[in-house]
């Protein structure tokens, strides 16, 4: 069986420890690989060969640093189809999402940040007669990034991508859980030309690796995406010892139909904000909330088209959805859907295992889910699921739409669906959510800012909040 590697200092090596985990196939729910179960140890050699590098890299011209990101950004385009099977294998996403939406985002990401840090200016603030202030902004040093497993490679390379362009070195764990991507990475890396060092790459678990690489004292910066809780303990662990955090965390997101909207637009958009990826986006619509005057004519539309979506392995062509991550995973969503019958919800369609024909038939397999019924404030529609369930609830007036997206701990992004404009921005300014679409789902354009409010998280991703993130301001005053 194959074994996955770590990547430091720019070869693959075993564990120290010499330990491995099975990585297993949502698909099949057999196991098809092995990964290193690494420990501190591995995370100090791999500190040790970010701080060969660090003076290499950051002492390099930012052009020359540029091409090499570039490079990187067209080595996993070339290897596409590669890193596209990999990827679906690894995650259960069907491949044609992966080819649409994972890898070529990741693409994106390092070629943005790779031409952004050239187009990254500090600040400079004179004082007539008095003097100038300008603003060095350095890079940190050594950085880590982990990521979840819910689109791997795309938020790998989100956190990655900003790190090196900064200058910075970086010590990175994908999720035990989608190892794969993350993997190849290193092979593109060293065909780029990254000097060795730069990008370190460490699986196995997040209390072990993961909380290795955040307590290690000479990694100054932690770039965290995950759940809440595990966000609430990186950051009452490294706080103490004053590194930057940046932590995007869970969310709830509210998805507001209002009458006058597009209905068409929305139906079809909506389908996809709710089930896209088996609903394992942070940013999926999970709490769909429709004015009462078009609310029987959106249930009847909406469950019909979820009852029809066809669940399939991966390599189905015809596949809207996948498998959802893990047994575990596939086992707690299962649980939600208990909870809300006892709740007093009712399932409109969906709620259950998909058992496939062989070799699928151990698959983590849901039915898209639909449940109505439930209040806005109990636990189905305060916690985070993170799969292919939603709720629908009816709503009569603004304020009462607005207290119930607002009444979780979540405040990530939210869907807004009207064509009154003066209403959309009223609305737009009074949600809690760090990012807002109305009249639109998960359009991206990476300049903006990335991230959520309360328990969604602390700090910004994307454009130059995450080159600021990734390096020191230091102020300069020079007297006339
Ligand atoms: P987890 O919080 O379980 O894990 C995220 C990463 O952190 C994994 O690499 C994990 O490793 C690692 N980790 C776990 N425990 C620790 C620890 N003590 N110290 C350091 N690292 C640790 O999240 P999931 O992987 O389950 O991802 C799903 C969550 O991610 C959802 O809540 C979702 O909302 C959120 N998310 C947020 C996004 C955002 O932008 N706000 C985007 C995408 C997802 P391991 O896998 O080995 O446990």
Known sequence: MEKLQNFIDGNYCAPVEGQYMDNFEPATGKVYCQIPNSTAKDVELAVIAAEKAYPIWSGMSIDERSKIMVKLSEGIEARMDEFVKAESRDNGKPLSLAAHVDIPRAVSNFHFFATAILHYASESHNMEGVGVNYTLRKPLGIVGCISPWNLPLYLFSWK????????????????????????????????????????????????????????????????????????????????????????????????????????????????????????????????????????????????????????????????????????????????????????????????????????????????????????FDCRTNQEEIFGPVVTITPFDTEEEVLMMANSTQYGLSATLWTSDLKRAHRMADKIDAGIVWINAWLVRDLRTPFGGVKASGVGREGGWEALRFFTEPKNVFVKY
Do not use: W
């Not at 047994?327 to 259950?352: D, F, I, N, Q, R």
């Open 160 to 375: 990655i991508a900003p790190a090196l362009a900064a200058g910075n070195c970086v010590i990175a764990k994908p999720s035990e859980v989608t190892p794969y991507t993350a993997y190849l990475l290193g092979k593109v890396a060293q065909e780029a030309g990254m000097p060795a060092g730069v990008l370190n790459i460490l699986h196995g678990q997040g209390g072990a690796a993961g909380d290795a690489i955040v307590k290690h004292p000479k990694i100054k910066a932690i770039s965290f995406t995950g759940g809440t809780q595990t966000g609430e303990y990186i950051a009452r662990t490294a706080a103490p010892m004053f590194k930057k955090l940046s932590l995007e965390l869970g969310g709830k997101n509210p998805n507001i139909i209002f009458a006058d909207c597009d209905f068409k637009d929305m139906l079809s958009t909506t389908l996809r904000s709710s089930f896209a990826n088996q609903g394992q986006i942070c940013l999926c619509g999970s709490r769909i909330f429709v004015e009462r005057s078009i609310y029987d004519k959106f249930k009847e539309e909406f469950v019909s088209r979820v009852a029809d979506t066809v669940v399939a392995h991966p390599d189905d062509p015809k596949a809207k959805l996948g498998a959802v991550v893990s047994k575990p995973h596939m086992e707690k969503v299962l649980s939600y859907v208990e909870l809300a019958k006892e709740e007093g919800g009712t399932v409109l369609t969906g709620g259950e295992r998909v058992i496939m024909d062989a070799p699928y038939e151990e698959g983590y397999y849901l039915r898209p889910t639909v449940i109505e019924g439930l209040k």
